[in-house]
């Protein structure tokens, strides 16, 4: 039961770490940062693969799996919103004047 209460307590104070974190993040700095954690949500979802590929466990399989899929969308939604977010700073091309051809005078 200890070893329960421990890993629970590690996960509360985690919880508030990363909010404290993310809410300091400035905005001109929240892209790249992005970019970082889709880097590393593929290496967590690589981790959770070969992990759940080498288990004989049903429980681990069935938890390997559920890991794959959240770290999968998780990593696939970090890139679109990356992606929404730098098209936000691409200039759109202004449309091309009238050319008179040929035209009445």
């Known amino acids: 039961m200890d070893e ?3 890993w629970l307590t590690i996960f509360i104070l985690s919880v508030f770490v990363g909010i404290e974190v ?3 993040v ?3 700095l929240h ?4 970019s970082g954690a ?9 981790g959770a ?4 590929g080498t288990t004989d466990s049903d429980v681990a399989l069935v938890v390997g799996l559920v890991a794959i899929v959240l770290a999968a969308v998780n990593m696939v939604g ?4 990356t992606d929404r977010m730098l098209q936000m700073f691409v200039r759109k091309k202004k449309p091309a004047a009238p050319t008179n051809e040929g035209g009445a005078a």
């Open 38 to 46: 889709n880097a590393i949500h593929g290496i967590i979802l690589l």
């Open 22 to 24: 993310i809410s300091k």
């Open 26 to 28: 400035s905005s001109t």
């Open 4 to 6: 329960a209460v421990v």
């Open 78 to 81: 970090g890139f679109v919103v």
């Open 31 to 34: 892209t790249p940062l992005m």
């Open 49 to 52: 693969v070969l992990v759940t």
